[in-house]
């Protein structure tokens, strides 16, 4: 289902690894995640393996602040001898994506209900989701939502029930993989493991030592994972800068559930109270909220009807007069730790998604202050509105349940009429139900219909190839080669792309680019040096200064030879005989930014 989700929407041109120019006609995070391929992809091997200094000559950087997917640029580097060049994996780990999301949903939701057309609908809600299709090609290893539900299928499976030694080994595994494809992963897959460890101490008392054992051991083996490929990979190499630490701005707002952010046929936009809320975006799908609406109503009245002890499964009316007093949370604790647990996973991860931010559409409801040192430790995860992704899936695992349960064992309905609550067949409600999950389907599809078009006008018909300025000059190989790199005193960041890209391909480096976590500190230092010397009518005949006009202006007396493209002025210590050089006229002609 999640392979052919991703055909249908994406086509088949994305998985041409040889055609890259489709990627600089798409945002320009995959833009980034492309050059720090390109860039990491020839530089030279060293330890940390995973730096490169052609993106911000001369200081190095992690490929893991390019967002590049780690483990699987290291992988394609040590097989670069035998790949094409121009090379991209792109394509085709979002085709994984998509195919492991179905799988995994799949596996999830047979390990909590029966009813095949329960599991094939739900599952298609997984394939279809708004992290998905919202993340794939904008941020390419954030469609890695199938590392959340393997998280979900571990603890289904049962997590206490080997060794401690495969336990720990199961979740170093796990850390490994949230790192080396997007650290945020890391501690959602934490906190829904622990989520599993809790269900099962409440589950067997008696051995909630070694389960306790196990948890600690787990979280501890998942955590050092994630450090040593950090480490190997050299995110902690990291020169000094800001390190873009802000917590706030990134959250969740209280309305994304219903609120589509313009990509629903048929619910309008909401307001949000900062711009970037949009990365707690978690709207379900019309499909899905039909659904809930339906399972809310269902559940109410079943409640009503069987009165508030209906929960109870421990031996029936037999449960003794402790029990029976204790409090509604323990009583339920107790009869559902799998539930209990999922509910207390959701409430961690709406606060952790929220916080400190509460505000419902452009209203703000109130703020915690946080203090500098927390502000700076969370930072690390300053867009913690994604904290909310499992929760989405959590609520579609309890829709499959209640859906089954509304249908009952084989096909049964629970009767509402039947003040007991027994189970009575009504074959005429069971089909009405069956109607009404394939009209959930079909709302879902219609609803994200007009995403999903576009999409296909953008990527069914991919452009191969891109062409630069740069490439617009028409010099041969032999001019470049007498340069070593940009330096970019021009700050528009989709120029600078398209000069990286040009850069990478005839094996030069650029002073700066767009990271992760951006070190202008450090650029900006460098960059005052190479001014220094052009000042001083010291250029560096190797580079290629590449200006706006208030740059040119400042340097036009500095003995420069100067040429244009169609968007910037670039200076050169030596002449460049192929070239006509720059006319005042010219600058008229340029666009600049």
């Given amino acids: 289902m999640g392979i052919v989700a991703f055909l249908i929407i994406y086509g088949v041109a994305v998985l041409d690894v040889m055609a890259d120019g489709w990627i600089f006609k798409s945002d320009v995070d995959l833009r980034q995640h492309y050059l720090g391929w390109m860039a990491y992809r020839d530089s030279s091997y060293s330890f940390p393996v995973g730096m490169t200094d052609k993106l911000s000559y001369p200081h190095e950087m992690s490929i893991v602040y390019t967002d590049s997917i780690p483990l699987l640029a290291f992988a394609c580097k040590c097989l670069s001898p035998y790949l094409p060049r121009p090379f991209q994996y792109f394509g085709w780990y979002a085709l994984l994506c998509y195919a492991l999301t179905g799988a995994y949903a799949g596996a999830c939701l047979s390990k909590l209900v029966k009813n095949t057309l329960v599991i094939e609908v739900c599952t298609f ?72 460890y809790v269900r099962e101490m409440i589950a067997a008392p008696s051995k909630k030592k070694q389960i306790f054992k196990g948890a600690l051991a787990s979280l501890f083996s998942m955590a050092m994972g994630a450090v040593a490929v950090l480490w190997i990979m050299g995110a902690f190499n990291f020169p000094s800068g800001n390190g873009n630490y802000w917590v706030g701005d990134f959250t969740m707002n209280l309305n994304s559930l219903i609120n589509p952010l313009g990509h629903s046929a048929f619910l309008p936009s909401l307001p949000l109270y900062t711009s970037m809320q949009f990365e707690g975006a978690i709207y379900p799908g019309l499909g899905v909220l039909v659904l809930t609406v339906f399972c809310l109503v269902w559940t109410v009245l079943k409640f009503l009807k069987a009165g508030t002890g209906s929960f109870d499964q421990r031996s029936g009316a037999a449960a003794d007069s402790v029990y029976r007093d204790e409090n509604f949370i323990i009583r339920f604790m107790k009869a559902h730790p799998l539930r209990f647990s999922f509910v207390l996973l959701a409430l961690i ?234 006319k005042a006229e010219d600058l008229d002609e340029i666009s600049f930014r």
């Fill in 125 to 196: 809600f997984c394939v279809l989701s708004y992290p998905l299709l919202f993340r794939t090609f904008y941020h390419t290893s954030l469609s890695s939502q199938w590392l959340i539900l393997m998280c979900f299928y571990m603890v289904l499976s049962g997590l206490s029930g080997e060794s401690i030694r495969k336990q720990t080994r199961r979740a170093l595994t796990m850390g490994e993989l949230c790192a080396g494809i997007h650290l945020y992963f890391l501690p959602m897959a934490a906190i829904i493991i622990l989520a599993g």
């Fill in 349 to 582: 991860l709406v606060l952790s998604s929220v916080s400190p931010v509460f505000a419902f559409g452009d209203r703000l409801i109130f703020s915690l202050p946080y203090p500098v040192v927390l502000s700076r430790i969370l930072g690390i995860f300053r867009s913690n509105g994604r904290f909310i992704w499992p929760v989405l899936y959590l609520l579609i695992f309890a829709l499959a349940k209640c859906t089954e349960d509304i249908l009952g064992k084989g096909g049964a309905l629970l009767s509402l009429k039947a003040g007991d609550g027994s189970l009575g067949q009504s074959t005429k409600t069971v089909k009405a139900v069956s109607v009404l999950l394939l009209v959930c389907i079909t709302l879902q599809a219609v609803d994200f219909s007009g995403w999903i078009m576009e999409k296909q006008g953008k990527y069914y018909m991919a452009q191969k190839t891109y062409r630069t300025v740069w490439d617009e000059l028409s010099l041969p190989d032999e001019v470049w080669s007498r340069y070593d790199g940009f330096v970019n005193y021009e700050d528009d960041t989709s120029f600078n792309m398209g000069t990286a890209y040009f850069a990478m391909r005839h094996e030069l480096t650029v002073n700066s680019f767009y990271f992760a976590r951006d070190i202008d500190e450090k650029i900006n230092e460098t960059r005052d040096g190479y001014t220094a010397g052009i000042m001083a009518g010291e250029a560096d005949p190797g580079k290629i200064y590449v200006l706006d006009r208030e740059t040119y202006e400042r340097f036009k007396d500095t003995g420069l030879h100067f040429y244009k493209t169609r968007k910037c002025v670039f200076g050169v210590k030596n002449e460049i005989e192929e070239l006509e050089e720059l």
